[in-house]
T-cell receptor, first 111, second 115 residues
Framework: GQNIDQPTEMTATEGAIVQINCTYQ??????LFWYQQHAGEAPTFLSY????GLEEKGRFSSFLSRSKGYSYLLLKELQMKDSASYLC????????????FGTGTKLQVIP | EPEVTQTPSHQVTQMGQEVILRCVPI?????FYWYRQILGQKVEFLVS????????KSEIFDDQFSVERPDGSNFTLKIRSTKLEDSAMYFC?????????????FGSGTRLTVV
């Protein structure tokens, strides 16, 4: 199968930095998405990484290491509204539009 | 900001009944998708649709499922004979391009409950 592993839950303090890790099977890898999903709502697109390295987008950054099958999402200056699930999803070859999602990491931001 | 609109937001149906979930993708998008999320579980790909035909589907998308773009704006998912295990949140999504870097825009979902 195409297992995608993320921690189930994390807690972090408002104003702090948090890193959410994701590991995946490298065979057939094309690219990796991060989505944010608030409870009861639709996922919203955060980033898509194809090449190794860090991509920064405001308070959110996403890192990819293709050889290690590893990615992380970095959230800086945490705000209460960042409390949500963060979904790692991988685009594998053999399915041009098919994306495989991980189970998500539920982040709770506390004051 | 353009949205993907889904109706109804909630649907309760009896086992064995047919349901049609409706979606209006973003108007200039060309690629359409259905995903589902069983409560507490991960988002799962069902089907992608482009140029008026299915481009990919998952093993979940069996003969009980069908999709249609009946006119220029709507995109529907039909479940012919619902089962208890079809209870889930169904998300429609669309994208401007087939290139993954564009990401998908998801609708707010239809919560289907089969009783």
């Amino acid at each position: 199968g195409q297992n995608i592993d993320q921690p189930t839950e994390m807690t972090a303090t408002e104003g702090a930095i948090v890193q959410i890790n994701c590991t995946y099977q490298t065979s057939g890898f094309n690219g990796l998405f991060w989505y944010q999903q608030h409870a009861g709502e639709a996922p919203t697109f955060l980033s898509y990484n194809v090449l190794d390295g860090l991509e920064e987008k405001g308070r959110f950054s996403s890192f990819l290491s293709r050889s290690k099958g590893y990615s992380y999402l970095l959230l800086k200056e945490l705000q209460m509204k960042d409390s949500a699930s963060y979904l790692c999803a991988v685009h594998y070859s053999g399915g041009y539009q098919k994306v495989t999602f991980g189970t998500g990491t539920k982040l709770q931001v506390i004051p | 900001e353009p949205e993907v609109t889904q109706t109804p937001s909630h649907q309760v149906t009896q086992m064995g009944q047919e349901v049609i979930l409706r979606c209006v993708p973003i108007s200039n998008h060309l690629y359409f998708y259905w995903y589902r999320q069983i409560l507490g579980q991960k988002v799962e790909f069902l089907v992608s649709f482009y140029n008026n035909e299915i481009s990919e589907k998952s093993e979940i998308f069996d003969d009980q499922f069908s999709v249609e773009r009946p006119d220029g704006s709507n995109f529907t998912l039909k479940i012919r004979s619902t089962k208890l295990e079809d209870s889930a949140m169904y998300f429609c999504a669309s994208s401007e391009s087939g290139r993954p870097s564009y990401g998908y825009t998801f609708g707010s979902g239809t919560r289907l409950t089969v009783v």
